[in-house]
């Protein structure tokens, strides 16, 4: 087996950002439009520099001493209900948060004849997708997505990609305007006018400010407390991003805030591309050394392609749980991992549709629509022949290539024009 990847100096020519136009515009037209409220300061960084730091008042400032937030959370699969746990254990201790956490959930009916919103209501536990685990007696189930978001200044979102630009449109002047939003959602949305974050989408869609939280997270060992990590990426104002790590640190659940939202975003959408290559690797029984290989080369596209969208991507952010720390937990024991090696054990004859309806339970994979979405971009770009890995797992995923071509690579000459210094690789 025999790699041979191009990749991109830390510090891309000018002139190639110039030419990202593909890049949406209208992501970039909510925070253009905040301005006004922003205010530029200077933080200590490393010895002998600075950093700008902006400032953005969110609407809380002079709300009173009393003034208590109010959580909601917009998503109750997996992960939602245990970030509504997470969240529920805190606001409980906290006297700057309201007690009650209402957890918006997507109505279903289950064999028993009962409304799911009602079970989890009357046993405080998500008897569907977090069965076992109690969620906190403070956590209210709500099926009705505009009641659950009424009176709520802090939203976490955490649902599937695809429906969120829906959701968006549906909350449009339904909440408050001093909410602060997180995203908890690994994915991207990809228009004509090119790929938008999901945090640039509620943020464009609701007016309103978005953080991320992306990290080494399989929910079912938080949801018993085992140690974990995550990130929280913030754009400007360092005093919300404390309020998440408040409002979602644990003893076993450590948070650790980031000046970074696209780095940390974008380290939690690609991973899944990893993740499912990673299951072909284990689905053919090639082995550790080849998928360590492999976690090692999807890293490296992960930080490559990063960089290519947004300048303001920071090594560092690679290094944190968001990153390295969270392609690691996901190419060894997540759903992408899981439904790709059955996949590749099938030798490709049944459909991702088909294995995540049989192996899920309703839960939704994020790796397949997320390759076919990155492809698009880089499609459109001209640069396949610079991601081969990711560029490898969609072409397998629809068929277009065995499992086992994810180690079958053909040593393309790389487009090296798009670089400033074609003597570099990163």
Known sequence: MRFRFPLYSSSPSSS???????????????????????????????????ETVTSYSTGNDGQGVGFKSKVTVVGSGNWGSVAAKLIASNTLKLNSFHDEVRMWVFEETLQTGEKLTDVINKTNENVKYLPGIRLGKNVVADPDLDNAVKDANMLVFVTPHQFMEGICKRLVGKVRGDVEAISLIKGMEVKMEGPCMISNLISEQLGINCSVL????????????KFSEATVGY????????????????????????????GVELCGTLKNIVAIAAG?????????????????????????????LFSSVRDSTFFESCGVADVITTCLGGRNRKVAEAFA????KRSFDELEAEM?????????????????????????????LFSTVHEICIG????????????????????EDSTRYI
């Open 400 to 419: 277009h290539l065995p499992p086992s071509a994810i180690v079958e690579y053909s040593e393309k000459k790389p487009k090296l024009s798009l670089l």
């Open 235 to 262: 754009r400007h104002n360092r005093e919300i991003a404390e309020q998440w790590v408040k409002l979602f640190g644990t003893p076993y659940f450590m948070v650790t805030p980031v000046q970074d939202v696209e």
């Open 360 to 388: 899920l339970q309703g839960q939704k994979l994020q790796g397949v629509s997320t390759a076919r979405e990155v492809y698009e971009v880089l499609s459109h770009r001209g640069w396949l022949e610079l991601f081969p």
């Open 16 to 50: 190639l950002f110039s030419n990202l136009s593909f890049i949406s515009s209208s992501c970039f037209s909510t925070f253009l439009s905040m301005a006004p409220a922003f205010e530029t300061v200077s933080a200590p960084q490393q010895e002998g520099e600075t």
């Open 214 to 225: 992306m990290g080494a997270n399989i929910a079912n060992e938080i949801a018993v407390e």
């Open 345 to 348: 054990r099938n030798g490709g």
């Open 280 to 308: 072909f690797v284990d689905g053919l029984d090639m082995g550790n050394n080849t998928k360590a290989a492999i976690m090692r080369i999807g890293l490296r596209e992960m930080k490559a392609f990063s960089k290519l």
